[in-house]
């Protein structure tokens, strides 16, 4: 653990799902290699030519969806979804049969984006924190925090979408401290993100602890408070 600037005392904890609390990167991997025999099964003649040219096709849309609704950045539920609907139509389904088959790609896709369990030391962190702090979750990702059994630990969970901007933006620090009515530098925010967990912090005027355990987080442009070797380096914080 290293200080790099003086931490005053904070009364609630906010954290990073993804990355943060597990490792996201072998879910994700695992998932999309799911959605890719989804596709081969239900769209076979996008497949037609290998697993390589079946990714570049849905992945075309992302891009397409993107330059017509920038503003689905900050929704990634939202952007899959209209990925798939483009991709779907562009093979010859009509808008209502496109919808109704990207739902169901989309509920493939969460299903495995969410398979898995919550590593036991991140949960029992957790459980002996939320006995002194009230936790918040705030994340740009949607995974099924119900499924993970998250809910019961966290006080309230911000996700981007409906208006709402991702992080780095400040809206989601914002709303978090309204909700447990404290001020922003009362907020120590926990996350693996240089960009959107430590300079989103920041800018809200929130204090940041960075944790790049998995190695996948963009690097620290801007000095956090403190960086944590291990989650349980919170507890020292006490």
Request: overall charge positive.
């Amino acid at each position: 653990m290293k200080f790099y600037r003086r931490l005053k005392p904070f009364t609630a904890l906010s954290f990073d799902l993804d990355d943060t609390l597990y490792s996201n990167r072998p879910i994700m991997l695992n998932a999309e290699q799911e959605m890719l025999t989804y596709f081969s099964q239900h769209f076979p003649q996008t497949s037609l030519q290998g697993e390589q040219a079946c990714r570049q096709y849905w992945r075309q849309f992302r891009r397409q969806a993107l330059r017509e609704q920038p503003q689905l950045i900050h929704d990634v539920t939202a952007l899959r979804l209209r990925n798939y609907v483009l991709a779907i139509k562009a093979l010859g389904y009509s808008d209502t049969q496109a919808q109704q088959k990207a739902q169901a790609a989309f509920e493939h896709f969460t299903h495995y984006r969410s398979d898995f369990t919550l590593p036991k030391a991140s949960k029992n962190l957790l459980e002996k924190l939320a006995t002194k702090f009230p936790l918040v979750a705030i994340t740009n990702g949607n995974v099924n925090v119900e499924k993970l059994g998250l809910t019961a630990l966290f006080k309230k969970i911000y996700n981007p979408g409906n208006g709402i901007k991702c992080k780095p933006d400040s809206e989601m620090f914002n709303r978090a401290c309204q909700y447990l009515q404290i001020k922003p530098s009362q907020l120590l925010h926990i996350g693996d993100c240089g960009n959107s967990d430590i300079v989103g912090a920041l800018q809200a005027g929130c204090q940041a602890a960075w944790i790049n355990r998995y190695k996948v987080g963009k690097p620290i442009s801007v000095i956090p408070h403190v960086e944590l070797s291990a989650l349980d380096n919170l507890l020292y914080l006490l």
